[in-house]
């Protein structure tokens, strides 16, 4: 296959959503996590690639390895393949936490910018499992003659998938078919105003326990948590007393990220706050560079430690020799423990929305709050917004059905300024025994979803979703579009 054959600008007009890489995407509404409300999974690539490109848009030089070979890239007819591999089949350590120590291990001293061996010994002391790796590296292996007689490995297990489902792992490996030939260490050297405003804060709080006893799900950010049964409990206060010296320095170099957390706060499953960890400090790297937190704004008060060294706009003074963890020449431990959610996550790998979406109790309560002069400032923004030309017939009909399966009357009056009519009777489905009929059934329901068309003239039998089902039907017949906010059953209307 010519990787060059379709270039950007013809590649574009796929017609369905695909990665950067040009595998097709089924759900680009929803992040991969543990059963339908666990936390969101790390190998959802392509929520990391599609924040991770929203955040920036420049790339520096490979931390680990600027220059190398065995990283092959497959051109497919479903998208790009990427095999990044190693000249030995196996590596250093087994889990990803302890790369960057790993890494930094094995690179210059960070003092005199040198390699030296006894800083890789001593951190992969701790570390036995390196064991295997060292015993590539030190043999003649470990220095290989050249490209062509050098061997490769994928290193990390993949998974096979046929069409039936049926899994199996598998390695990739890489011989040469001209032998492997090394360099042994003789020939290898040859080669050589006192008014101030103030806010008091408040929280709510559910015993997880609980959450199954409300009709909404807590950690769907798109609903509140009603203060009559969760009220308000006051725990301190927020005074403006001053303000900022210098702009530049206070403000556009203060960064925010929800991930930053103390001992006592921990994040929940909320699937958009598990995407904000990432994307808030990602963005901020980009934006200020991988030290922002070394800005006075953005820096901790109390003492801290760390071996995230160097990097672009570090003004950080170190002259320690150790920038790895552990070692025995740095006292520095593992703080005391604090406790986490004990809570089990168990499931299955799903892109899904949650169980208790009920998109429209709430905001049809909301509505029926209000006093009637303030609903009536409500319909006539609606109103407005829905006039503008370039907002077609179907969209504005979708908007009138989702605001009268919040309100009834709430649709009606915006049908009304907007001279759609939303009324028409309908006679009862004919019985199971009429020439024709064929029920719903709960696939063609669930495809079909809330608020889906049909057009009257083309249906041929009357059938509904089951009431379990609870589905909102629309119907259309010519130019005119009807809205029903009832459930049509068999027999009944």
Known sequence: ?????????????????????????????????????????????????????????????????????????????????????????????????????????????????????WRILDFFSHHPESLHMFSFLFDDLGVPQDYRHMEGAGVNTYTLINKAGKAHYVKFHWKPTCGVKCLLEEEAIKVGAGNYPEWKLFIQTIDPDHEDRFDFDPLDVTKIWPEDILPLQPVGRLVLNKNIDNFFAENEQLAFCPAIVVPGIYYSDDKLLQTRIFSYSDTQRHRLGPNYLQLPVNAPKCVHHNNHHEGFMNFMHR??????????HDPSRHAERFPIPPAVCSGRREKCITEKENNFKQPGERYRSWEPDRQERFVRRWVDALSEPRVTHEVRSIWISYWSQADKSLGQKLASHLNIETTKKIKTCPSKECPGFQPWTPEKVHELGPGATFNIESVQSWAAAPQSQGNWLRFATGDNLYLFTVVIKCGTA
């Open 1 to 117: 296959m010519d990787p060059y054959k379709h270039r950007p600008s013809s590649a574009f007009n796929s017609p369905y959503w695909t990665t950067n890489s040009g595998a097709p995407i089924w759900n680009n509404n929803s992040s991969l996590t543990v059963g339908s409300r666990g936390p969101i999974l790390l190998e959802d690539y392509h929520l990391v690639e599609k924040i991770a490109n929203f955040d920036r848009e420049r790339i520096p030089e490979r931390v680990v390895h600027a220059r190398s070979s065995d990283a092959l890239k497959f051109y497919t007819r479903e998208g790009n393949f990427d095999l990044v591999g190693n000249n030995f089949p196996v590596f250093f350590v087994r889990d990803g936490m302890k790369f960057p120590d790993m890494v930094h291990a094995l690179k210059p001293n960070p003092k005199s910018h040198i390699q030296e061996n």
């Open 319 to 328: 002259d320690e020799e150790i920038n790895y963890f552990s070692s025995r």
